[in-house]
């Protein structure tokens, strides 16, 4: 059982704050892409405000800002940020979430009873092994929990709450940020780094307890359209070519032992065909390109290519129009440039007494976006499982511990400085 060092409210804070949905949207137009987002970040500028953070606001397009003043004595210790985000998931609801607390686990199935067919089973979570005695919070079996990334938005608060009750606590100036429409890629489109005014920033958007992430895949989307002949099904011998079956025949030429989602891991790259629109005329295949090592995002989307070309040469007079869009590159990239801005992350986790795990993120974050942006933005965990599911879950322990972590952060830059 984990032991709590430094005692805040972020578990109270979290189960109040999952019961707000703020659910993004991927096809909205708006920003944020849903006006539900605002209850919650309206909501974290009054709660900055009443823990003292005097300068705490939220611009027009939803990022809420704050300071905790600096309390060394020491000149030039540089500013340091915490973000997190607010919005949950679009693939799973998360109105009406009824976090339950399961006290002192022992590995027994949670059986979630609003649904008693979902069930977080140890088999099927590993990670379970390490929280025996712990507490865990999951939702009711309906919605997702929204731990991502409300247990780093809690956390955040959770540190502001004990730093600004300590100011015996020697640190420099400590900007945090909570942002909206992260999971709809969007989270860090209008925002400002030379506003935030910090020299680094983490987001406290991970997994596993220890864990620190400072790579990304890279990332790009491709749009195959493929144009076909409509005809009237009745008359159309020789006449018709239907997109459904190009778009169709495209997929079924796609890599199958290796090169997709569901046959990757670790540092492997792939190809992922995620949505398909359209009929007979026109059919639009929208796949996502994946992969840490950024030149292999030409080859895969060469290889894509090569087949949709062959596909519509078999079948004239059909074309395909290609439009391929980045989306983010590995974050690895800027951080190697940035030594100090991860080793100070790694020597926290291992101060509070944690096991160090470093690993890469097979996906994105909002870290990955800012690091490109000058903001250099390394990824610490969060103690979120399951993301953007019913089985999702948190535990209490963990929670406690990532506020260590940020406090024993801001101490280690001050110190260095």
């Known amino acids: ?73 020491k000149a ?19 109105a009406g979430v009824k976090p339950i607390v399961h006290r002192d686990y022992q590995g027994k199935d949670l059986v979630l009873p609003d649904d008693p067919e979902v069930v977080i089973r140890l088999a099927d979570n590993p990670h379970l092994n390490e929280q025996m005695g712990n507490d865990i919070i999951t939702a009711s079996g309906k919605t997702l929990l929204g731990a991502d990334n409300k247990a780093g938005v809690a956390e955040i608060m959770g540190a502001v709450e004990y730093l600004m009750a300590h100011p015996e606590i020697p640190h420099g100036p400590i900007r945090v940020g909570f942002t909206p429409d992260e999971e709809v890629g969007r989270g860090t489109k209008y925002f400002d780094v030379e506003r935030f005014g910090a020299l680094c920033a983490y987001t406290m958007d991970g997994e596993t307890l220890g864990e620190l992430q400072m790579e990304t895949f890279s990332a790009d989307s491709m749009v195959l359209t493929f144009h076909g002949v409509n005809a009237h099904p009745g008359y159309a011998k020789g006449r018709m070519v239907s997109a459904l079956k190009l778009a169709a025949d495209f997929v079924s030429r796609l890599p199958r032992d290796g090169m997709s989602p569901e046959t990757t891991e670790g540092k492997e790259g792939f190809v992922f065909p995620y949505v398909i629109e359209g009929g007979t005329e026109a059919v639009t295949v929208r ?4 992969d840490f090592h950024t030149p292999a995002l030409a080859e895969k989307e060469q290889l894509l290519d090569r087949i949709a070309r062959e596909v519509v040469a078999e079948h004239p007079p ?32 291992e101060r509070v007494g944690l096991p160090l795990r470093m690993n890469a993120v097979r996906g994105g974050t909002d870290g990955a976006a800012l690091s490109f942006k000058g903001l250099p933005t390394p990824n610490i965990f ?23 972590v940020i406090v024993e952060l801001c101490k280690i830059w001050e110190e260095a400085s």
């Not at 189960?15 to 849903?34: A, F, G, H, M, N």
């Not at 970040?41 to 003043?69: I, K, S």
């Not at 796949?287 to 994946?290: A, E, F, K, P």
């Not at 395909?320 to 440039?337: A, C, G, H, Q």
């Open 1 to 73: 059982m984990s032991v709590t060092r430094i005692e805040t409210s972020c578990v109270e804070r979290f189960l109040r704050y999952v019961t707000v949905d703020t659910q993004s949207c991927e096809t909205s137009t708006t920003y944020p892409s849903t006006e539900k987002q605002f209850d919650l970040l309206r909501m974290l500028v009054e709660e900055l405000r009443d823990l003292g953070v005097e300068d705490a606001e939220m611009d027009r397009h939803g990022y809420v800002f704050g300071t905790v003043p600096a309390t060394t004595r």
């Open 318 to 349: 059909a074309r395909v129009e290609i439009e391929i869009s980045e989306s983010y590159r590995n974050m690895k990239e800027v951080l190697d440039r940035h030594p100090k801005v991860v080793d100070h992350a790694r020597q926290a986790i």
């Open 287 to 290: 796949c996502l390109i994946r």
């Open 382 to 404: 969060a103690g979120e499982h399951n993301f953007h599911s019913r089985y999702e879950w948190v535990s209490v322990q963990d929670m406690h511990r990532a506020v260590e």
């Open 76 to 94: 030039g210790v540089p500013t340091i940020g915490f973000l997190a985000h607010v919005d949950t998931s679009p693939e799973m609801s998360g």
